[in-house]
């Protein structure tokens, strides 16, 4: 996909709802966490349909961890933070 949205609709419907995964822990950037813990939840959350009929296999169980800012100038870490911000703010 092109953007965290499409990452996560492609988890839930080619991954989780077909092997009926209910329990996910996500893992990403301490940055990124924010956004992408409002993302899941709201994503998780919606009703499935499938030919009309609710395909929605069941509630999820969501745990989420980060990974440092490893890697990242001071610069690189407050460009990919405001990012972060106007996307959630957008959303």
Not at 52 to 75: D, H, I, P, R
Request: glycine share 2%.
């Amino acid at each position: 996909s092109f953007d965290t949205i499409g990452d996560i609709f492609y988890v839930r419907t080619v991954f989780t709802e077909p092997r009926k995964l209910c329990k996910l822990l996500i893992i990403t950037s301490e940055f990124h966490m924010e956004r992408t813990r409002l993302l899941f939840e709201w994503i998780m959350r919606l009703p499935l349909y499938k030919h009309g009929k609710l395909a929605s296999f069941c509630s999820y169980s969501l745990q989420f961890m980060t990974t440092e800012n490893v890697e990242l100038s001071n610069e690189m870490l407050q460009s990919r933070a405001l990012k972060e911000k106007q996307a959630i703010q957008a959303f």
